[in-house]
T-cell receptor, first 113, second 114 residues
Framework: AQKITQTQPGMFVQEKEAVTLDCTYD???????LFWYKQPSSGEMIFLIY??????QNATEGRYSLNFQKARKSANLVISASQLGDSAMYFC??????????FGAGTILRVKS | DAGITQSPRHKVTETGTPVTLRCHQT?????MYWYRQDPGHGLRLIHY???????DKGEVSDGYSVSRSKTEDFLLTLESATSSQTSVYFC?????????????FGNGTRLTVT
């Protein structure tokens, strides 16, 4: 069963505007972590932001924020003031229990000047 | 940046040959992982290790084996490479098994099986 769903294969955003990348997840474990990674065209995987299942407030890291809606099982990434360098593939991931990280299929973001 | 080095960065091999990919870390993290990345699938876990000589299978482990004789090194072996194993392989490390601990990734190895 798909545990992480990213429904947007590709997105466009105008430079300096905000964009939301969607992520929904499925788990019966009460304790889990949600992560977003960025993969630019150079190929490396860059950790962006983390949200814990017990966290009351949405996580923020600079221009990145995570819109966490636990009842809806969604963990959307919001990028504010988009820059050309934000063009990349973005992956949502979930970590349950004690071992692995499970990834969604990714969303390609293109920032237009 | 986390000190993770994958080697080789690129490899082309023929069907039926054995291939070993190496992951070396300088962070002294206990937990190490091998993932493969294919279009439309995101990253999928092949094997992981929770200590020296302690390994376990992931969701796509068939055709792969791993070994970890030292904390810093985690090897992935394709016993007899097939074209379906053409992929980008990522090594990752984690300081903790907890759900709040991120994985940090190496730069990947692009493997082509002809």
């Amino acid at each position: 069963a798909q545990k992480i769903t990213q429904t947007q294969p590709g997105m466009f955003v105008q430079e300096k505007e905000a964009v939301t990348l969607d992520c929904t997840y499925d788990t019966s474990d009460p304790s889990y972590g949600l992560f977003w990674y960025k993969q630019p065209s150079s190929g490396e995987m860059i950790f962006l932001i983390y949200q814990g299942s017990y966290d009351q407030q949405n996580a923020t890291e600079g221009r990145y924020s995570l819109n966490f809606q636990k009842a809806r099982k969604s963990a959307n990434l919001v990028i504010s003031a988009s820059q050309l360098g934000d063009s990349a593939m973005y992956f949502c991931a979930m970590r349950e229990g004690v071992d692995k990280l499970v990834f969604g299929a990714g969303t390609i973001l293109r920032v237009k000047s | 940046d986390a000190g993770i080095t994958q080697s080789p960065r690129h490899k082309v091999t023929e069907t039926g040959t054995p291939v070993t990919l190496r992951c070396h870390q300088t962070e002294n993290h206990r937990y190490m992982y091998w993932y493969r990345q294919d279009p439309g699938h995101g990253l999928r876990l092949i094997h992981y290790s929770y200590g020296v000589k302690d390994t376990d299978k992931g969701e796509v482990s068939d055709g792969y084996s791993v070994s970890r004789s030292k904390t810093e090194d985690f090897l992935l072996t394709l016993e007899s490479a097939t074209s379906s194993q053409t992929s980008v392989y990522f090594c990752a490390i984690s300081a903790s098994p907890d759900e709040n601990s991120p994985l940090h990734f190496g730069n990947g190895t692009r493997l082509t099986v002809t």
